[in-house]
Nanobody, 124 residues
C-alpha cells in the first residue's frame, strides 16, 4: 500500500506564499508521476499541477500558471508545490497523488494513490 503524506498547508493572507510537500514513507516516490489536485467546498476535484517521474515535464492549470511551481527533490524523494501570490479562490483542500503509469497524467482517475489532503486557506 502506497501512503502519501502532504504537509505545509495553513492560513495565509492574500498575496502570501506557502510550500506544500508530498512524501511517501514506504515507497520510492521518484518512480511515480505526481499531481497536485485541490477541492474547494461544493466543487469538484481540480487538477493544479503535475510532474513526470523523470522530472522532464511539468504542467499547470491556467488558474495557477505563473504563480505556482511544482518541483521534485530526487535526493529527498519529495515533491513540492510552491504557491506564491495566493488568492482567496485558491482556498481548498490540496491533495497529492501518484501514478505509476502514464507520462504526465492530468485526470484524477489516472492516479493510483492519494494522500489525505492539507487545508490551504487564503483570507485576510
Amino acid at each position: 500500500q502506497v501512503q502519501l503524506v502532504e504537509s505545509g498547508g495553513g492560513l495565509v493572507q492574500p498575496g502570501g506564499s506557502l510550500r506544500l510537500s508530498c512524501a511517501a514513507p514506504r515507497t520510492t516516490l521518484n518512480n511515480y508521476a505526481v499531481g497536485w489536485f485541490r477541492q474547494a467546498p461544493g466543487k469538484g476535484r481540480e487538477g493544479v499541477s503535475f510532474i513526470s517521474s523523470t522530472n522532464a515535464v511539468s504542467d499547470y492549470a491556467d488558474s495557477v500558471a505563473g504563480r505556482f511551481t511544482i518541483s521534485r527533490d530526487i535526493a529527498k524523494d519529495t515533491v513540492y508545490l510552491q504557491m506564491n501570490n495566493l488568492k482567496p479562490e485558491d482556498t481548498a483542500v490540496y491533495y497529492c497523488a501518484a501514478a505509476l503509469r502514464g507520462w504526465l497524467p492530468r485526470r484524477p482517475h489516472e492516479y493510483d494513490h492519494w494522500g489525505q489532503g492539507t487545508q490551504v486557506t487564503v483570507s485576510s
